[in-house]
């Protein structure tokens, strides 16, 4: 919906609710797969593989994720 609004004519000021309305819905969603994700391990349907992380770049997306609500 948000991007629909989008498409029509918006101040800047909505624009930038848009935007910060959008980043809560996706991190939203990353938070339901990732409970998902844990009910699937609990229930023995999803198996967990070694694999090598990024944390600084975990760390820095973490990190960017108030300073993006906050602009």
């Known amino acids: 919906m948000a991007y629909?609004?989008?498409r029509?004519?918006?101040t800047?000021?909505?624009a930038d609710w848009l935007t910060k309305l959008e980043?809560?819905?996706?991190?939203l969603l990353?938070?339901?797969?990732a409970v998902l994700d844990l009910s699937?391990?609990?229930s023995g349907k999803l198996a967990l593989h070694e694999t090598?992380?990024?944390?600084?770049r975990i760390a820095a997306h973490v990190v960017s994720m108030p300073q993006r609500a906050a602009s």
Do not use: D, T
């Open 4 to 6: 629909l609004i989008r």
């Open 23 to 27: 980043l809560a819905a996706q991190h």
């Open 8 to 10: 029509s004519q918006v």
């Open 30 to 33: 990353e938070l339901i797969n």
């Open 52 to 56: 090598q992380v990024s944390l600084p």
């Open 40 to 42: 699937k391990i609990e």
């Open 12 to 14: 800047p000021q909505q």
